[in-house]
């Protein structure tokens, strides 16, 4: 039988998973097989700087907290896993697609996406989903294009006028 602060300490990290899934908006389970720990590092950094993060639990445990959740990830969780916690919805999808990309030891298996559970596919498709900062170019090259067709028309107008003054 596990001595009662062996079940403590278990008891802790569930209630640390529960707490974070429950803190973020984006939660994504890969496969890291055969990563290096500088690859790990790496993800690490790049995830750090969006105010996310990568955690390495035991599947058991991970299973627990999710259970008191009602969070169903059961057959994903084999072999070694880790799960990104990330503060904000898109930018860790996005850092951890590419990073899944760039090197073949990272597979995506699924993820908890404002409290849902989604599939490999619904991942990919918030990883395509342009930056903030890419939307809002597209938006201010549309609205430049109406701004100059309506420059263009008041110019020709304006010239027509002073033609009939004349």
């Keep these: 039988m596990a001595s009662e602060k062996a079940l403590n300490a278990k008891q802790a990290t569930i209630d640390e998973i529960a707490g974070k899934v429950k803190d973020s908006e984006s939660v994504i389970l890969f496969r890291y097989a055969q990563s290096t720990v500088a690859d790990m590092q790496s993800l ?83 990883a395509s989903i342009p930056s903030r900062e890419g939307l809002l170019t597209m938006l201010a090259g549309g609205l430049i294009e109406h701004v100059r067709n309506l420059s263009i028309a008041l110019n020709l107008y304006a010239e027509q006028l002073g033609e009939e003054n004349k």
């Design 44 to 126: 690490r950094r790049e995830l750090k700087d969006v105010d996310s993060e990568v955690k390495v639990y035991k599947n058991t445990l991970v299973k627990r907290a999710l259970d008191d959740m009602n969070i169903n990830l059961d057959e994903y969780l084999e072999g070694p896993n880790a799960i990104v916690f990330g503060k904000e919805m898109l930018e860790p999808i996005k850092i951890v697609s590419k990073f899944a990309k760039d090197h073949d030891n990272i597979e995506i298996v699924s993820g908890i996406v404002n409290g849902e559970v989604v599939d490999l596919d619904t991942i990919k498709g918030y």
